[in-house]
């Protein structure tokens, strides 16, 4: 079946450095989306992204689809403490059932 | 304000004990869905529901049954629950496709069965 590789599972920066989570799926999908649980918290939708080779900003998080729509990633410019969580990516392959990465948790030290 | 509301929050249960988790969504959403988190393996989808009496199952639907009678609910039901249960389960919906696929989640519902 479909599957969706997010690397790495866990990143450990000091606050102000750059950070990069990347999913891969073995099939070519229709969209991606990107989520972010804070601790304790529930998943929440960050963007969507659809077309080929698309490029995103939202503020200091940069989002990409990648030319071939298989693979995704997820930058954050200098990191802050309140962009630790866990990442998650989530494709879709024309059908309602999203496959979910496993996450990247991101730990920001002060 | 736009809502995934499920409950309980918290349920501690024995084995084999029937138990129901409530989620009931005030966005209209055809599409709702049950997921579980365990540490490691991320969100995996128990079961899905494209609209009123249409359900279907995800990857991890064993041991589990949900229903949907009214589109705002979705309820899951565990008959007899195992240990292998405990996690954390959340309810998420979102619009039918051909629109956005953001799916709202609900704020969980962390399960213990002993």
């Known amino acids: 079946g479909q599957q969706v590789m997010q690397i790495p599972q866990y990143q450990h920066v000091q606050e102000g450095e750059d950070f990069t989570t990347y999913c891969n799926s073995s099939t070519t999908l229709s969209n991606i989306q990107w989520y972010k649980q804070r601790p304790g918290g529930h998943p929440v939708f960050l963007i969507q992204?659809?077309?080929?080779?698309e490029v995103k900003k939202q503020k200091r998080l940069t989002f990409q689809f990648g030319e071939a729509k298989k693979n995704s990633s997820l930058h954050i410019t200098a990191t802050q403490t309140t962009d630790v969580g866990t990442y998650f990516c989530?494709?879709?392959?024309?059908?309602?059932?999203?496959?979910f990465g496993r996450g990247t948790s991101l730990i920001v030290h002060p | 304000e736009a809502q995934v509301t499920q409950n309980p929050r918290y349920l501690i249960t024995v084995t084999g004990k029937k138990l129901t988790v409530t989620c009931s969504q005030n966005?209209?959403?055809?599409?709702m869905s049950w997921y579980r988190q365990d540490p490691g393996l991320g969100l995996r989808q128990i079961y899905y529901s494209m609209n009123v009496e249409v359900t279907d199952k995800g990857d991890v639907p064993e041991g589990y049954k949900v229903s949907r009678k009214e589109k705002r609910n979705f309820p899951l039901i565990l008959e007899s629950p195992s240990p292998n249960q405990t996690s954390l389960y959340f309810c998420?919906?979102?619009?039918?496709?051909?629109?956005?696929?953001?799916?709202?989640f609900g704020p969980g519902t962390r399960l213990t069965v002993t």
């Open positions: 998420a919906s979102s619009d039918a496709p051909g629109q956005k696929y953001e799916q709202y």
């Open positions: 992204l659809v077309k080929s080779g």
């Open positions: 989530a494709g879709h392959r024309g059908s309602y059932i999203p496959t």
């Open positions: 966005m209209n959403h055809e599409y």
